[in-house]
């Protein structure tokens, strides 16, 4: 058979070691740009913020960096995907009231309403995407009147309670002191907790961004300090700054900090970038000194650093849960470092296994060496990942993976050197993987009717540092369907390119 293009192709391992014996996730990112949208996102889209619905809408929120050397440039844009369609709802947002957007957070209840926290606009506090699909204002001076603490009320934070679509939790400040709030939905009134003392009692907060959590397993609430400028945690033995975190339960306020004395020798850092309670009640904590896990049925901290686990650095900026219960954890690149293995990345723990997969360039995107957020949505079913900050994000877009998404990924150069395979610096073997590569291909018969015929021309099994060369003809009359094991095959048409990456089922 004639061969109009001929590519080597090396079927990466599904199951391959990193530094330590974590898995190579090979699944397909789809990205997201202004091209692929519409035009609905910014050029220089910096995501800061990111939800979804449960009527399925997702929202975007972030800065169009126009001047990378003026801040006064930065346009700050809410996009809206419902799966298909895309939107830019700026404007929309602007008509409504909403003068001057800066958000937190996006809160979506269980009732199909988006919540926006303005912390800029002195006079509208919250921004809201209802169930019907139109967007309403709420302003200080009401929520404030309510809760009996006058205007100029701002909204930090807002959270909930899995268990309840009634109630939601907000984190407020009036510049005299925070409030933890509460939103009953069947009434449409704001209350005071009443909660007094702790980090409550701070008068502006050290400007950092506060934030609250709950936790259905034991009736607590759980606040924190971020700090995003880089030389705040440059002296974290010094001051007050990155608070660590604080507990909040039966009346009872708890810090914990580089000061708290644990059973286990273990102290929490200062410098605490992202925390969460996830689905079994254990709360995470993402720090410049790595992951800290607060064991709610022990009552006891561990600390995962890059010497004892498999984050790629403890530089940690995200961590998150997905549907599985699964642990992402990105991990910034240490910049001033000369050893390769503080690269980024996304490391995910699956704490039923005690088992670690990751997400390099080597079985994804280029990107995700330089991942900086990673936003879980419907209810963690969806990942959507950022990378970088400034002009190295220009025009990088947005990249989601959807548990539809779970793809392997194969690698080649039509030049004849081989792509480096799905590993790194390191390689330990693991568990084999059975391959199989059928060509499908249409041939014409005499009545000019056309019949797909099969053949297969690979049949083996992936072990570590597993590649094999093949010579595959490109051609809209030639598919190859790729089956790994573990994973439902996928068709795929061999194309040219240098190198070349195609992901399949």
């Not at 001033?336 to 997969?357: E, H, K, L, V």
């Not at 000019?448 to 021309?457: E, G, Q, T």
């Amino acid at each position: 058979m004639k061969n109009k293009h001929k590519i080597a192709l090396i079927v990466a391992a599904l199951a391959v070691g990193f530094l330590w014996s974590g898995n190579a996730k090979a699944d397909y990112w789809t990205r997201h740009t202004r091209s692929t949208s519409g035009n609905a996102l910014p050029e220089h889209l910096e995501l800061e913020n990111m939800t979804k619905s449960s009527n399925g809408v997702r929202f975007l929120y972030g800065n169009d960096r126009v001047d990378m050397n003026s801040e006064a440039s930065f346009v700050r844009h809410i996009v809206k995907y419902n799966g298909t369609n895309w939107s830019d709802e700026t404007s929309t947002v602007e008509a409504a009231g909403y003068s001057d957007i800066e958000f937190l957070n996006m809160y979506a209840d269980q009732n199909g309403n988006v919540w926006m926290p303005n912390r800029k606009d002195p006079n509208v506090a919250l921004l809201k995407y209802g169930a019907d699909g139109n967007w309403t204002s709420i302003t200080s001076a009401t929520i404030g009147s309510q809760v009996g603490v006058g205007g100029n009320l701002k909204i930090k934070n807002l959270f909930g309670n899995r268990d309840s679509a009634d109630f939601m939790y907000a984190v407020a400040t009036n510049d005299t002191r925070l409030y933890l709030l509460i939103y009953t939905n069947s009434s449409g009134i704001w209350t005071d907790s009443g909660f007094a003392g702790g980090p409550l009692v701070d008068t502006n907060n050290n400007g950092a961004d506060f934030w609250g959590m709950y936790n259905e397993e034991d009736n607590s609430f759980w606040f924190y300090q971020y700090h995003s400028s880089e030389n705040q945690f440059s002296n974290p033995d010094g001051g007050d700054v990155g608070s660590g975190i604080w507990r909040y339960k039966g009346g009872t306020w708890t810090q914990f900090n580089k000061d708290y004395a644990t059973g286990n020798g273990v102290a929490l850092k200062n410098g605490v970038t992202d925390a969460f309670v996830d689905s079994s009640g254990d709360v995470w904590v993402g720090t410049r000194y790595g992951v800290f896990r607060y064991d709610i049925s022990a009552g006891t901290w561990a600390n995962w650093t890059k010497d004892n686990s498999n984050i790629f650095t403890d530089r940690v900026q995200k961590v998150q849960e997905d549907s599985d219960g699964r642990i992402w954890i990105v991990s910034l690149a240490v910049e001033t470092s000369t050893d390769a293995n503080n690269r980024g990345g996304i490391s995910i723990y699956d704490p039923s296994t005690a088992s670690w997969d990751y997400y390099t360039s080597h079985n994804g995107e280029t990107a995700l060496d330089n991942a900086t957020n990673i936003f879980m949505i419907g209810g963690g079913s969806e990942a959507w990942m950022f990378t970088g900050h400034g002009e190295e994000a220009m025009s990088a877009g947005i990249y989601a993976l959807t548990r539809d998404d779970t793809h392997t990924a194969l690698y080649g150069q039509v030049s004849g050197a081989t792509v480096e395979k799905a590993s790194l610096d390191s390689l330990k073997k693991s568990s084999a993987k059975k391959v199989t590569i059928t060509k499908k291909y249409r041939v014409q018969k005499k009545n000019k009717r056309y019949k797909w015929k099969k053949k297969v021309v690979y049949r083996g099994k992936s072990t570590s540092g597993w590649y094999k060369k093949l010579n595959l003809d490109a051609g809209t009359n030639i598919k190859y369907i790729i089956k790994i094991q573990g994973k439902r095959a996928r068709t795929i048409s061999a194309s040219t390119g240098d190198p070349i990456k195609v992901s399949v089922n």
